[in-house]
């Protein structure tokens, strides 16, 4: 007899043929390529790693299961969110439930259009000031590290913006800071639970660094206290919100994990964006070229504003190329809390399920000519071909990226200044590898040869 297909038994997954040994070391030397090579082989795959199961999956049907339509089943208990809980604490980006949503509720006003608005001039005054400072060095077509100017150009921005604090003094102890514990977090996550115990040398050096965030953090907190105005940023909105029925506001715990979260999540995903986006322009001189163009005709040489923005979509094209091929966040955790099922397939109990956004955005069940640099396959009319979610840099559903408009904004205005201070072109000599870390960042960081901006696109 035949059974109708909607209450067929579920399928078991496929399993991966390669020994739990064998995909850890594949896992700890290469993830990306390991991931992109199973999502090439498999549909959706389980993977033993020692005692654990790991699906992944890539395709966008699967994702959008697992961020919208089930997402109440998937939780940020996994093995990275418990690392980056230890220096998160239970901020926006680690914390569940009740507690994440009332914290989003409070946050999402910061982040509303309007509000947004108002931080412009303050991103392009932070890129102006970076590209004055480096003066002399254009003229001498010095090489900058252009991964670790970005960072610290997005720390200041985010922390000037959403904080009211001003880190440029501090910026490179903070940024050696955030370096070390990001690190740490890296490692940990791909090592097996067995050395959480042991009291390494690097354990050592990330409490060290740890504890100089968290002096900075509460250096932060303790001037809002002493002045507590409303500066209508979001720090302002943390500290006065009150619990309805107990009428308490936030303890400096909770807000010391709110601005440090909003530090770490807010500052090294834009500066790699930003990163990546000029060695795609180096490495691309026409569309370098046609950048720098429409800046000419739009801005003739002026500093932009936020109402000049939807005159650039040529740059916009281009971030969003850049996330596509380097996306930032290039992986996703989830815990699977109960057994479901999956397009036909069955995911038990505890099953650590990782979005392959990295390999969606490369498919070429997805995109023509997936590794090449098209900005222009994001003209509507060409976009709207592509199946939703088979592009998410900024993830999608309820825990969606606060950040991701301010991001947008951001890496548009600093690219519409900086593009016309400076041109800015691969060293040579250098091998780019792209590397899961925290977020996706050239190994060995990025290497650029300073210039003078051209005139009027050449
Ligand atoms: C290009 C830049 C950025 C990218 C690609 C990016 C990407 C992401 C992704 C993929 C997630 C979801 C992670 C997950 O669910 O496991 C996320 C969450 C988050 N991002 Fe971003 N992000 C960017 C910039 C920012 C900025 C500028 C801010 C703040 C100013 C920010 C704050 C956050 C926060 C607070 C969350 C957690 C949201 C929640 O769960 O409610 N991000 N981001």
Known sequence: MLVPA??????PLPQHDESSYRSFLALKRNPLSWLMSLSMRYPIVEVRLGRRRLVVVHQPEHVQHILIKNA???TKQTRGYQMIRKVLGNGLVTSEGDFWMRQRRIAQPAFHRKRLAMLGEGMVKATQEMGEGWGEAVARREVVEVNEAMMG?????????LLGVDVTGASSQ?????????????VQTRSLPLTDALPTPSKMRFRRSKAVLDQVV??????RRADDRDRGDLLSMFMAVQDEETGERMTDGQLHDEVMTMFLAGHETTAMTLTWTLMLLSQHPAERRRVVAELAEVLEGRAPTIDDLGQLPFLERVIKESMRLYPPVPMVARTVVDEDEIDGWRLNKDHYVVINTWATHRSPEYWDNPEGFDPDRFLPERFDAVPKLAYSP?????RKCIGDNFAMMEARLVLATLLQQVELDLAVGQTIVPEAHVTLRPATGLKMRLGPAPRFGR
């Open 6 to 11: 909607a209450i067929q038994p579920a399928r």
């Open 72 to 74: 109440r089943n998937y």
């Open 153 to 161: 150009l997005t720390l200041r921005i985010v922390g000037e913006a």
């Open 174 to 186: 903070v940024g050696d800071a955030v370096e070390e514990v990001l690190e740490f977090v890296a």
């Open 218 to 223: 509460q250096g932060i907190i303790d001037e």
């Open 394 to 398: 900024f993830s999608a559903g309820q």
